[in-house]
Nanobody, 127 residues
Framework: QVQVVESGGGLVQAGGSLRLSCTAS????????MGWFRQAPGKEREGVSC????????YYVDSVKGRFTISRDNAKNTLYLQMNSLKPEDTAMYYC????????????????????WGQGTQVTVSS
């Protein structure tokens, strides 16, 4: 079956950087939407950034615009999230979501649109 695996989380000081990676076995990346969601204690899971099947199809939640960059390498079946200038409020469990086939200009697809999810990787930003 499809297995989605994230890596790259950890503990970092405010202002630092992390790069999250996601791979999905037995699933090609070239014709569907991928995304990163996060969930902090006491909050609902939110779409942080999503990317479609063309390079121009990207979305970022307002709170991370200018700091995070999403990218995909279809040849490697790998999704990335480069996170710079991290803030304590970025602290959350980050999840990779794969295989949505809907695209919206002002949001990620909904949680139910994604067929596969990773186990999550913890990002903790200290002040």
């Amino acid at each position: 079956q499809v297995q989605v695996v994230e890596s790259g989380g950890g503990l970092v000081q405010a202002g630092g950087s992390l790069r999250l990676s996601c791979t999905a076995s037995r699933l090609t990346f070239d014709d569907y939407v991928m995304g990163w969601f996060r969930q902090a204690p006491g909050k609902e899971r939110e779409g942080v950034s999503c990317i479609g099947w063309r390079d121009s199809m990207t979305y970022y939640v307002d709170s991370v615009k200018g700091r995070f960059t999403i990218s995909r390498d279809n040849a490697k079946n790998t999704l990335y999230l480069q996170m710079n200038s991290l803030k304590p409020e970025d602290t959350a469990m980050y999840y990779c979501a794969a295989d949505a086939r809907a695209w919206y200009s002002n949001s990620c697809p909904t949680l139910g649109d994604f067929g596969y999810w990773g186990q999550g990787t913890q990002v903790t930003v200290s002040s």
